[in-house]
């Protein structure tokens, strides 16, 4: 086939400057209708970020009114956004004006068009003392995640325990639960010796922040702690008479703990150019059949630990507290003197970060929040403590128990739960 003739053939030219210059402004105006928007949604979030900071510091300087206000602005920011009302409901939580705090609960539900907001609507409606309605937003929160093919988690089955305990309901059922959730969270080495290993963890922590001579004194309670009980545990072992599987396991979780005890002293020791000292470490360890290795360096944090600790207080002062509403004496003695020993410890590790903190920042008023909320934690266990001690007949040690919850600021009443 022949070339088309070169006079009747189109010529491709590209389009006048008139038409580059359209082109370009038509991108621009495109550019602009989505940029703006884009922009200012990023601008808006950022806003509203600052604000929920700001809401922060005013917490933290004691001023929750200006807190509640700093979040309202960041709603007005960032309107669409659940958290923001879930965070000004927990503010108002704080301040104890509860319809409002449902009121923002209602609204983050409507955006978030699901159950996540049921758990805090629980707790507002046991401060003003909904108890069966606080219970059973638990329950359909539960019920929500397993049918949703999920697990529920063991914070969630304690939360619900202790709602129905408070609303004195299904408590068969409470105790089960909180078993199961006590079962979950157990760790065998934190209940043979809580103390040194609490100990362990801070000495631990002293080290790796540095201050060698802090940690000494606390791997010095560590090892002595988890030795007494290494001693105790074989002692009645040999009372038994004969091997015991269970008594075995604890001896061997106990030598375990005990060499890693030793080889962080050992570490501390030598890090204080105490060679001595290391020289006996590394002996004792040697009985134990171990190596100062880094193989025995503890994986322990004292934040972690810490956690461990109050999920510990927290789980037997529910099951305390269920045994305490069925009437069982000797149960709920038990768990609530555990309960109590547990937030003590939680206290010292709190005091610890404190000065961990103070150490490195003068703004400690994070944790020392923290320590004021502990101690309302801890009249609330003396409290429920006194009712087991009462259902028991010891009323000298529930009267003891109620005077400590006095000189704490509070009175051992219904209104600490």
């Given at each position: 086939m022949p070339l088309p003739d070169s006079q009747e053939a189109p010529i491709h030219r590209p389009p006048p400057p008139r038409s580059k210059s359209l082109l370009r402004g038509v991108m621009f105006v495109l550019f602009l209708i989505v940029a703006i928007p884009v922009g200012y949604i990023a601008l808006s979030k950022e806003v509203a970020n600052w604000y929920t900071a700001a809401a922060e510091e005013s917490m933290l300087e004691g001023d929750s009114a200006a807190a509640i206000g700093y979040?309202?602005?960041?709603?007005?920011?960032?309107?669409?956004?659940?958290?923001?009302?879930?965070?000004?409901?927990?503010?108002?939580?704080?301040?104890?004006?509860?319809?409002e705090s449902l009121a923002d609960l209602d609204r983050a539900s409507e955006l978030s068009g699901d159950l996540g907001t049921n758990l805090l609507r629980s707790s507002?409606?046991?401060?003003?003392?909904?108890?069966?309605?606080a219970a059973?937003?638990?329950?359909?929160?539960?019920?929500?995640?397993?049918?949703?093919?999920?697990?529920?988690?063991?914070?969630?089955?304690?939360?619900?325990?202790?709602?129905?305990?408070?609303?004195?309901?299904?408590?068969?059922?409470?105790?089960?639960?909180?078993?199961?959730?006590?079962?979950?969270?157990?760790?065998?080495?934190?209940?043979?010796?809580?103390?040194?290993?609490?100990?362990?963890?801070?000495?631990?922590?002293?080290f790796t922040d540095g201050r060698p001579a802090r940690a000494l004194s606390l791997m010095n309670r560590a090892v002595?702690?988890?030795?007494?009980?290494?001693?105790?545990?074989?002692?009645?072992?040999?009372?038994?008479?004969?091997?015991?599987?269970?008594?075995?396991?604890?001896?061997?979780?106990?030598?375990?703990?005990?060499?890693?005890?030793?080889?962080?002293?050992?570490?501390?020791?030598?890090?204080?150019?105490?060679s001595e000292a290391a020289e006996k470490d590394a002996e004792l360890l040697a009985?134990?059949?171990?190596?100062?290795?880094?193989a025995l360096k503890p994986q322990l944090s004292l934040a972690g630990v810490l956690q461990q600790i109050l999920t510990t207080a927290a789980f037997y002062d529910t099951r305390g507290y269920v045994a305490w509403r069925q009437g069982d004496a000797s149960r709920a003695t038990a768990d609530l003197k555990t309960a109590v020993k547990f937030a003590q410890l939680g206290s010292l590790a709190l005091d610890w970060f404190l000065d961990m903190r103070q150490h490195l920042t003068p703004d400690t008023r994070q944790i020392e929040q923290q320590v004021d909320e502990s101690k309302e934690t801890m009249a609330v266990l003396l409290y429920h403590r006194s009712l087991a001690h009462e259902l028991a007949g010891r009323e000298e040690l529930a009267e003891a128990d109620r005077q400590q919850v006095r000189e704490m600021g509070f009175e051992p009443d219904d209104s600490l739960f």
């Amino acid at each position: 086939m022949p070339l088309p003739d070169s006079q009747e053939a189109p010529i491709h030219r590209p389009p006048p400057p008139r038409s580059k210059s359209l082109l370009r402004g038509v991108m621009f105006v495109l550019f602009l209708i989505v940029a703006i928007p884009v922009g200012y949604i990023a601008l808006s979030k950022e806003v509203a970020n600052w604000y929920t900071a700001a809401a922060e510091e005013s917490m933290l300087e004691g001023d929750s009114a200006a807190a509640i206000g700093y979040a309202g602005k960041a709603i007005g920011w960032d309107s669409k956004n659940w958290t923001r009302y879930t965070y000004r409901s927990q503010l108002y939580l704080l301040a104890e004006q509860f319809e409002e705090s449902l009121a923002d609960l209602d609204r983050a539900s409507e955006l978030s068009g699901d159950l996540g907001t049921n758990l805090l609507r629980s707790s507002v409606l046991a401060e003003m003392g909904r108890f069966d309605e606080a219970a059973q937003l638990c329950k359909q929160r539960v019920q929500q995640i397993v049918k949703d093919g999920d697990t529920v988690s063991s914070s969630l089955l304690n939360q619900w325990a202790y709602m129905r305990a408070l609303a004195d309901t299904e408590l068969e059922q409470a105790r089960s639960d909180i078993d199961t959730a006590i079962e979950e969270e157990h760790n065998e080495t934190l209940m043979l010796t809580p103390e040194g290993y609490l100990y362990l963890a801070a000495g631990t922590q002293y080290f790796t922040d540095g201050r060698p001579a802090r940690a000494l004194s606390l791997m010095n309670r560590a090892v002595k702690q988890i030795h007494q009980q290494y001693v105790r545990t074989e002692q009645r072992r040999q009372a038994l008479g004969r091997d015991d599987e269970q008594y075995n396991e604890r001896l061997e979780i106990l030598r375990q703990l005990l060499a890693k005890s030793l080889y962080q002293r050992w570490r501390t020791n030598q890090k204080l150019k105490r060679s001595e000292a290391a020289e006996k470490d590394a002996e004792l360890l040697a009985k134990l059949g171990f190596e100062p290795t880094n193989a025995l360096k503890p994986q322990l944090s004292l934040a972690g630990v810490l956690q461990q600790i109050l999920t510990t207080a927290a789980f037997y002062d529910t099951r305390g507290y269920v045994a305490w509403r069925q009437g069982d004496a000797s149960r709920a003695t038990a768990d609530l003197k555990t309960a109590v020993k547990f937030a003590q410890l939680g206290s010292l590790a709190l005091d610890w970060f404190l000065d961990m903190r103070q150490h490195l920042t003068p703004d400690t008023r994070q944790i020392e929040q923290q320590v004021d909320e502990s101690k309302e934690t801890m009249a609330v266990l003396l409290y429920h403590r006194s009712l087991a001690h009462e259902l028991a007949g010891r009323e000298e040690l529930a009267e003891a128990d109620r005077q400590q919850v006095r000189e704490m600021g509070f009175e051992p009443d219904d209104s600490l739960f």
